[in-house]
């Protein structure tokens, strides 16, 4: 089990020795530090902490600081569960080091926000006919079933217009294309979750 967390730069493309084209996301992968190891006897599961980032003192809560003492203050920690392999011990740094070009991985991070928005943007609703007589239904969502069993309610998991974003994803499949391992940056292929500055969560078995 390989993991690391790192932090969305940019998409850019990279081009292959036959010439060939692939659109990457630019990772900063600083080093991680192992912050917790938790185990079935104390935790009930086995799972791996890790601190990412750096942040003032000042700006962390004392029980946080006192989680993390001795082994510094962090911006995020994260947990990842542990599933087989040599177990890090407290303090032990993550780097690039730990993938390889050609891994495949999966990656997880908060999407973009996108506030408030209709059927249409949210959904994919189509919206009503645009055809003589209609007047301001092209993007409305049209019956919510009423006559459901709810009884005239409306049904749970309804789509309706509402907050669009900001939901946790996964992306599985992604392939490591080039290693930085200098400037600690990681280049994976296609898109990833989150708008630049996104903490992002990297796994590989």
């Not at 999407?111 to 209709?118: D, H, I, L, Y």
């Amino acid at each position: 089990m390989k993991y690391i967390l790192g932090k969305k730069i940019n998409m850019t493309q990279m081009f292959a020795e036959d010439g060939t084209v692939s659109p990457v996301t630019v990772i900063e992968a600083t080093p991680s530090k192992v912050t917790q190891v938790k185990n079935v006897e104390k935790d009930g599961y086995v799972a791996i902490q890790i601190g990412f980032g750096a942040r003032k003192a000042k700006n962390i809560s004392k029980a946080v600081q006192g989680h993390t003492k001795d082994v510094g203050n962090f911006q995020t920690l994260r947990e990842f569960r542990f599933e087989g392999g040599e177990t890090p011990s407290r303090g032990d740094e993550i780097t690039v080091d730990t993938f390889k070009e050609g891994d495949i991985v999966e990656v997880s991070g908060i999407t973009k926000g996108k506030g408030f928005q209709g059927v249409v943007k949210r959904h994919g609703f189509h919206g009503g006919p645009r055809s003589h007589g209609q007047k301001h239904s092209e993007r409305e969502p049209g019956s919510i079933s009423g006559g459901t069993r709810e009884g005239g309610r409306v049904p749970k998991g309804m789509k309706m217009a509402g907050r669009m974003g900001g939901d946790r994803v996964t992306v599985k499949g992604l392939r490591i294309v080039s290693i930085d391992k200098e400037n600690n940056k990681i280049m994976i292929s296609g898109a990833v979750p989150g708008r630049r500055g996104t903490v992002l969560e990297i796994r590989s078995k």
